[in-house]
């Protein structure tokens, strides 16, 4: 399968490589995960593995969850998430294996997967980069409005503004997928995952790491100098 697993966003830092070049990095925590259910297509229509990541105190669980997975012989896990796999692969994985970051060992680039910060709800300016009003003679206090968003005059007479335009509304709190980040080094005795960029989400976030599944030409041919 592809190498993925779930852990939590730690910040970002720098690193240096052997040329003394300062590389921004993010630290992710990925201590090890288990595997909580296996997923068959003859037993439930496709075949996968259920991940589960952190544990947590029972209280703060469900008692169906509880039950879950104490059937995988682990104690309550905070996230639980699937990866879908072949129907050879899945035969490989059984209840309460551990998966760490050495996965990665052989895995130049990743994707990060993780839900954005939450901005509220934001203006046209910040929201979408808008230019806003002149700000001389003439204009008070409209300097930051979005302008006329009603004209039509492609298909006059309906009388209502075209769906989808860039307007006000709730800004971030959204899935985002950052794709082909370089995984600059894992550490196996910390499990900490080591990339290169920015990712999704606040410090503490929760985040999923898996191998990259699409690469730009640049990067694929960086990867098969490598191999």
């Known amino acids: 399968m592809l190498a993925t697993l779930l852990g939590r966003k730690i910040g970002m830092t720098r690193v ?8 921004p990095v993010t630290v992710i ?3 090890p995960n288990h595997v909580s ?9 496709y075949n996968a593995i259920q991940l589960a990541f952190e544990q947590v105190k029972p209280r703060r669980s469900t008692i169906p969850m509880i039950g879950h997975d104490a059937r995988a012989g682990l104690t309550p896990r905070r996230w639980h998430r699937e ?5 050879e692969e899945v035969s490989e994985y059984e209840l309460g294996q551990e998966l760490a970051v050495d996965i990665f060992e052989q895995v130049k680039f990743v994707d990060v997967i993780a839900t954005s910060k939450g901005k509220g709800y934001a203006g046209g300016v910040k929201r979408w980069g808008f230019k806003g009003q002149p700000a001389s003679h ?3 206090r409209k300097h930051r409005s979005a302008g006329s968003v009603g ?3 492609s298909n006059a007479g309906t009388g209502r503004p075209k769906k989808g335009g860039k ?3 709730q800004m971030g709190s959204v899935r985002h997928t950052v794709r082909s980040l370089e995984l600059v080094r894992h550490d196996q005795e910390e499990n900490l995952l080591i990339v290169k960029g920015p990712v999704p989400g606040p410090n503490q976030g929760f985040v999923i790491i898996r191998e990259a599944i699409r690469l730009s030409k640049r990067k694929a041919r960086v990867l098969a100098e490598a191999s």
């Open 16 to 23: 240096y490589d052997e040329t003394g070049r300062n590389i």
């Open 29 to 31: 925590q990925a201590s």
């Open 37 to 45: 259910q296996v997923k068959t297509s003859d037993r439930d229509g």
């Open 83 to 87: 990866v879908r796999l072949g129907a």
């Open 138 to 140: 003439g204009v008070e």
């Open 151 to 153: 004209g039509r005059s």
């Open 167 to 169: 307007k006000a509304g």
